[in-house]
């Protein structure tokens, strides 16, 4: 039986509507299951943009679309699913050991990520292969 090394689900986020608008927010270890470490945001991204291509060894991460929208495609090495992030109230968890891609920006898109790790460059697999690799050997 394969042996999958992550996890990939999408998470919905309390919105508090009134007449003045709406407003969501976001608690560690509550809306999403691990201690915020980290946030940052992608923003002025050309609609033909392609980022990610990497996976992480550690890292749990959630991506929300704050504005407009993007997809996500992901590969945890067994199968692949496409995602579309626009709605700010649902973003998507990521675990360790996934592949992911981003493109299809929309013209204005805000990608904002909450991370459980400070930034590490040795937490990433930027070679396909190299992780493809690692998720073999676990099998
Ligand atoms: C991910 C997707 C959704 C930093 O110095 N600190 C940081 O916190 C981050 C995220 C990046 N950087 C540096 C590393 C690179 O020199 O910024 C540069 C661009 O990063 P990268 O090419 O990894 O950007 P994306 O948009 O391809 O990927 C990022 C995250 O790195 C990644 O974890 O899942 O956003």
């Known amino acids: 039986m394969k042996k999958k090394l992550g996890e990939v689900r999408e998470v919905e ?3 508090i509507h009134d007449f003045r608008g709406d407003l969501t927010f976001i608690e560690g270890n509550s ?3 691990f201690d915020i470490k980290r946030v940052y945001y992608l923003y002025n991204v050309p609609v033909d943009s392609e980022r990610g291509g990497h996976a992480h060894r550690d890292l749990q991460q959630v991506l929300f ?3 407009g929208s993007f997809r996500v495609k992901i590969d945890d090495g067994f199968d692949t699913t496409d995602y579309w992030l ?4 649902k973003g998507l968890y990521i675990s360790q050991m996934v592949w992911r891609e981003m493109d299809s920006f929309s013209q204005g898109a805000v990608c904002m990520v909450l991370a459980s790790l400070p930034f590490d460059e040795a937490d990433y697999y930027r070679d396909y292969d190299m992780f493809r690799q690692a ?3 676990a099998n």
């Open 13 to 15: 986020l309390p919105q």
């Open 31 to 33: 809306h999403v299951p």
């Open 65 to 67: 679309a704050l504005s």
């Open 86 to 89: 626009r709605d700010p109230r």
């Open 135 to 137: 998720v073999s050997a």
